[in-house]
């Protein structure tokens, strides 16, 4: 259904103690407010208009989530959240007959929710989504009359009575959009906090007789709002519960789901088993039957079926072939891409680099921009110098070359299929295919030295 969108993200949050807005705080990757205007797109409503309300942070905030067809209205200063609707009250699509309303700090509101809402209102009802919690202090109570919602009364407002009341007021609500506008142009601030009150718009649709309903959230995490870091935490392993749910319904074995951490897409065949500690970010397949050992970290990468990643393999922008063994301690940087049985070892560095099949580098090396054939054995403590201090330039190693241990190898640089690099070579030239080069010094022998012994005092 068309509406307005408007959410509500100017406040300080003092209470997070932090110089960055409390909607640009991050939960599983993406800011509070980013999450909200997910939902939002959710909606598929074909003709939507979204309106955010700034204020602390406007210009951080505004430059963070700017998108096509986003509006800002600053609202300077915040004189609550009546005030702030009145800011956005211009900026609203007449047009539109419904005006949804979230808050910018509370980021797990399901697009369900938010579209039983707009259902719920259909431009003629005043819909407010409303939670009973054990405990509802500072939150507004709605106050009923047998079924009928009354009004809201905020909590520092609420009589005694009022406060035991334990269904409260989730900040979030639907409302026909002329008559919001109305009712927020006619707020006074004559209550407990000398603020505009938007929750005052109830009772004054109850004495113009438009009908007021109360739809239920799903449960606490949707309407949970961010106000601390420690509440910021909860929700973040609140949300990581959540998908880690979802993926082990759909066959994914995770060693402890609340040792794993999501913060993007991961999309996973059959058989895949996560270890402890992992964390995920942007988007990550893994093929069936691969295998994650503890504390690995991978980023915006395709792991092909049946590869395992031992413990703290780190991986950024990287791909890897079938059947491959990566780490542990391992670091593919972003353009690795490893074809199948590729075996990577313990603090082997690559980037940009391509390994083709049963290319292996197990110990301490680093591969930086090279083009490396099938089956080569690169060795322990080898390197591509692939930097001048001004250009990187490329190494070639063809199928079958064998490079040994501590081998530095200068690009631009080409090391022929079959051919064998001495261990210690520095190797600047071309070394020809099927041939071994050697570059180090000739071992010498001195017959007949004596070590230096310390002169007598
Ligand atoms: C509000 C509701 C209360 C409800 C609670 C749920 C009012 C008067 N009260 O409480 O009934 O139980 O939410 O959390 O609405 N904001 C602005 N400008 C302002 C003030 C607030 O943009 O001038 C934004 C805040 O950034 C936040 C949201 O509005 O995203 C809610 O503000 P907050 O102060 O947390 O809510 P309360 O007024 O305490
Ligand atoms: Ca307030």
Redesign the pocket.
Known sequence: MASNVVI??????TRMKSALP??LHKLAGRSLLQHVLGTVSALEASQQRTVV?T??GAEAVEAAVAAPGLQFVR?Q????????IQMASPALDAALPTTLIL????PLIRAETARSLLDACAGQRLALLTIELADPT????IVREGEQVRA?V??KDASPAQRAIRE????MMAAPTALLQRWVSQLNNDNA?G??????IVAMAVAEGVPVVATQASGETE?L?V?SPLQLADLERRFQRQQAEALMEAGVRLADPARFDLRGKLSCGADVDIDVGCVFEGEVTLGEGVRVGPYCVIRDARIDAGTQLAAFTHIDGAQVGAGAQIGPFARLRPGAQLAEEVHIGNFVEVKNSTLARGAKANHLAYLGDATVGERVNYGAGSITANYDGANKHRTVIGADAHIGSNCVLVAPVEIGAGATIGGGSTVAKDAPAGQLTVVRAKQLTVPGWKRPVKKAK
């Open positions: 509500m993200a100017a406040g300080k949050g409390k909607v309300i204020g602390h609202q200063p915040q004189l609550g959240t009546g005030h702030a808050n910018g700090d509370v500072g939150y507004g109570r809201i905020e909590h409260v007021y989730t900040g906090q603020e505009y009150y938007l929750t005052d309407v709002g106000n």
